[in-house]
């Protein structure tokens, strides 16, 4: 099997179906009264979680392409932004539902006067117009250069989801503060003459076209 | 207004207002009762079981009787209560108390009590609890992270607790703190707060008859990640005022520190007083998630207990007294 098969074949349905467990064990837990005294606050922890987890795995996956040489890993990128951009769309719907009922005063006050929720929103709507362009039809209307721009906005809504978190913690900030360093690292690893490096390690370097997927199906 | 008082009264013998207010109360007879009824609260003396759960553990704590102030609300499960609170001295997890506890020792006690009182010295539990009658206390818990509780206490009130210590006219405020046993307490080997861990409260607010000196849940003795053996509650402040595990009783004259004030002045005021009207700086405090309960619930003011404590705030900017 090649590279290209092992990617497609093996590592892509299998992370398909782990990126599906946080789901079902939430889903488990709240039949089988396993998620604690609080389920609400457990559901968009976890949610929330999962959300900044596979954002930040989406950013990965650049810089681990350069590192191994494995191009073929861009194929893995879009279904892990995708699941990053679903379990955001539950944590908020958790919010709007479990949390605030629909109440939209409620909403608009939070999302005006708390500033962790002003941030978590935005990264929210920034990640909207990344899920809508993920399709081979929109990179081709885009057109490989304005996509590439427009989708460095995952670098944004990763930063916005980061803050989101530290912000909200009341003294005890080591998860966020791991989340926040995994960011940092993804920005050095943007800066040109740290990504030349990287791509020296296995001598495997590609320029930048290649990180807009390519016009095939995957 | 300055009101002149005879010399020889102390002012921790004068009976608080609110006392003299629930006394007025309970001689009013039928209609106060119906009023008493309507708000949920029952009366001193009003007959009912003590609350039980078949999932509690513990010592069961003989000869409690029915305290007042109780809410006939629906209390939260056991498992709940003691598998899901903050006690940052075992972890700052919310289940972190419940699984590191473990190896506390809460027997045998000692509370050393000094400063501005005439019979300072070590008590042990007994002599701090045994001479009053262990009262059942069904009060809500709101916790400043927006969710609450609705706990079965036993205890005993505070103030006449700390009559017996007589406090001199220079108590003004009553501190309390936390024991330090970093081995015993995980949490503690983490320089996350400043311990040990350290509150207050204006001696009227001590000597409040809600405020209770808890020494079980659920008829039974407190549980480790509860607070064992000794803590407080103080129902109509947010749930970091009810200091844990409590060794150290000082009367002073000058306002006490708390440690969540000193962590972060802007966010924990001294009085911590529940009010859906006064924001956390990071977030609104006009609802809160009752455990158990899907969909959030209104935030009283004083936690529903303005009419045992409103008086103790009048005129004061409760914005800027936070």
Same mark, same amino acid.
């Given at each position: 099997?090649?590279?290209?098969?092992?990617?497609?074949?093996?590592?892509?349905?299998?992370?398909?179906?782990?990126?599906?467990?946080?789901?079902?064990?939430?889903?488990?837990?709240?039949?089988?009264?396993?998620?604690?005294?609080?389920?609400?606050?457990?559901?968009?922890?976890?949610?929330?979680?999962?959300?900044?987890?596979?954002?930040?795995?989406?950013?990965?996956?650049?810089?681990?392409?350069?590192?191994?040489?494995?191009?073929?890993?861009?194929?893995?990128?879009?279904?892990?932004?995708?699941?990053?951009?679903?379990?955001?769309?539950?944590?908020?719907?958790?919010?709007?539902?479990?949390?605030?009922?629909?109440?939209?005063?409620?909403?608009?006050?939070?999302?005006?006067?708390?500033?962790?929720?002003?941030?978590?929103?935005?990264?929210?709507?920034?990640?909207?117009?990344?899920?809508?362009?993920?399709?081979?039809?929109?990179?081709?209307?885009?057109?490989?250069?304005?996509?590439?721009?427009?989708?460095?906005?995952?670098?944004?809504?990763?930063?916005?989801?980061?803050?989101?978190?530290?912000?909200?913690?009341?003294?005890?900030?080591?998860?966020?503060?791991?989340?926040?360093?995994?960011?940092?690292?993804?920005?050095?690893?943007?800066?040109?003459?740290?990504?030349?490096?990287?791509?020296?390690?296995?001598?495997?370097?590609?320029?930048?076209?290649?990180?807009?997927?390519?016009?095939?199906?995957? | 207004?300055?009101?002149?008082?005879?010399?020889?009264?102390?002012?921790?013998?004068?009976?608080?207002?609110?006392?003299?207010?629930?006394?007025?109360?309970?001689?009013?007879?039928?209609?106060?009762?119906?009023?008493?009824?309507?708000?949920?609260?029952?009366?001193?003396?009003? *007959?009912?079981?003590? $609350?039980?759960? !078949?999932?509690?553990?513990?010592?069961?704590?003989? #000869? +409690?009787? =029915?305290? /007042?102030?109780?809410?006939?609300?629906?209390?939260?499960?056991?498992?709940?209560?003691?598998?899901?609170?903050?006690?940052?001295?075992?972890?700052?997890?919310?289940?972190?108390?419940?699984?590191?506890?473990?190896?506390?020792?809460?027997?045998?006690?000692?509370?050393?009590?000094?400063?501005?009182?005439?019979?300072?010295?070590?008590?042990?539990?007994?002599?701090?609890?045994?001479?009053?009658?262990?009262?059942?206390?069904?009060?809500?818990?709101?916790?400043?992270?927006?969710?609450?509780?609705?706990?079965?206490?036993?205890?005993?009130?505070?103030?006449?607790?700390?009559?017996?210590?007589?406090?001199?006219?220079?108590?003004?405020?009553? *501190?309390?703190?936390? $024991?330090?046993? !970093?081995?015993?307490?995980?949490?503690?080997?983490? #320089? +996350?707060? =400043?311990? /040990?861990?350290?509150?207050?409260?204006?001696?009227?607010?001590?000597?409040?008859?809600?405020?209770?000196?808890?020494?079980?849940?659920?008829?039974?003795?407190?549980?480790?990640?509860?607070?064992?053996?000794?803590?407080?509650?103080?129902?109509?402040?947010?749930?970091?005022?009810?200091?844990?595990?409590?060794?150290?009783?000082?009367?002073?004259?000058?306002?006490?520190?708390?440690?969540?004030?000193?962590?972060?002045?802007?966010?924990?005021?001294?009085?911590?007083?529940?009010?859906?009207?006064?924001?956390?700086?990071?977030?609104?405090?006009?609802?809160?998630?009752?455990?158990?309960?899907?969909?959030?619930?209104?935030?009283?003011?004083?936690?529903?207990?303005?009419?045992?404590?409103?008086?103790?705030?009048?005129?004061?900017?409760?914005?800027?007294?936070?």
């Amino acid at each position: 099997m090649n590279r290209q098969h092992l990617v497609s074949r093996v590592l892509k349905p299998a992370i398909f179906i782990a990126a599906l467990v946080p789901l079902a064990l939430l889903l488990w837990g709240a039949t089988h009264d396993g998620l604690g005294a609080n389920p609400i606050e457990t559901i968009t922890h976890e949610t929330g979680d999962w959300g900044l987890r596979f954002l930040l795995i989406t950013l990965c996956v650049t810089p681990l392409r350069r590192i191994t040489g494995w191009n073929e890993l861009i194929r893995l990128r879009r279904m892990l932004g995708l699941f990053a951009f679903f379990y955001v769309c539950l944590h908020f719907s958790t919010y709007i539902v479990l949390d605030a009922f629909f109440d939209l005063d409620y909403i608009l006050e939070d999302i005006t006067d708390r500033t962790y929720i002003t941030l978590g929103f935005t990264s929210f709507l920034l990640l909207i117009p990344l899920a809508i362009t993920s399709t081979d039809a929109m990179v081709r209307r885009l057109g490989g250069r304005r996509w590439r721009l427009l989708h460095r906005l995952a670098y944004a809504a990763a930063t916005g989801g980061v803050l989101h978190f530290l912000w909200l913690v009341k003294v005890d900030i080591r998860e966020p503060l791991i989340y926040l360093g995994i960011l940092l690292l993804l920005f050095l690893a943007r800066v040109p003459a740290v990504a030349d490096r990287l791509a020296r390690i296995r001598g495997a370097g590609r320029d930048e076209k290649t990180s807009a997927p390519r016009q095939i199906a995957t | 207004m300055l009101i002149k008082r005879p010399a020889d009264i102390k002012s921790s013998e004068i009976t608080d207002e609110a006392v003299y207010l629930d006394r007025r109360r309970f001689i009013g007879g039928a209609a106060g009762l119906g009023a008493a009824a309507a708000s949920g609260l029952l009366l001193p003396g009003a *007959a009912s079981a003590l $609350v039980s759960d !078949p999932k509690a553990t513990g010592a069961v704590l003989p #000869g +409690i009787v =029915d305290g /007042p102030f109780s809410t006939d609300e629906d209390v939260t499960a056991y498992k709940d209560v003691t598998r899901y609170n903050n006690f940052y001295e075992f972890g700052t997890d919310k289940a972190d108390p419940s699984k590191n506890s473990g190896r506390f020792k809460p027997k045998p006690w000692k509370v050393k009590v000094l400063g501005e009182c005439e019979k300072p010295g070590d008590y042990d539990f007994d002599d701090i609890i045994g001479q009053h009658a262990l009262e059942e206390r069904i009060y809500r818990l709101r916790c400043v992270e927006r969710w609450s509780m609705v706990i079965p206490w036993v205890g005993v009130p505070l103030g006449p607790v700390l009559k017996r210590f007589q406090p001199t006219s220079k108590a003004k405020y009553v *501190a309390f703190r936390t $024991v330090f046993r !970093p081995t015993e307490m995980p949490g503690q080997q983490r #320089g +996350i707060l =400043d311990w /040990p861990y350290v509150e207050g409260l204006r001696i009227d607010e001590a000597m409040n008859p809600l405020t209770l000196l808890a020494v079980g849940i659920y008829g039974r003795e407190l549980p480790n990640q509860n607070g064992a053996p000794i803590r407080l509650v103080v129902p109509w402040k947010y749930g970091y005022k009810s200091i844990k595990s409590v060794v150290t009783i000082r009367f002073t004259e000058e306002q006490p520190p708390m440690t969540w004030n000193m962590t972060l002045p802007n966010e924990y005021g001294f009085y911590s007083n529940v009010n859906p009207e006064v924001d956390h700086p990071r977030w609104s405090q006009a609802r809160e998630r009752r455990i158990g309960e899907i969909l959030k619930r209104d935030t009283l003011m004083f936690n529903g207990y303005s009419e045992q404590v409103a008086d103790m705030y009048s005129g004061m900017d409760l914005r800027k007294y936070f």
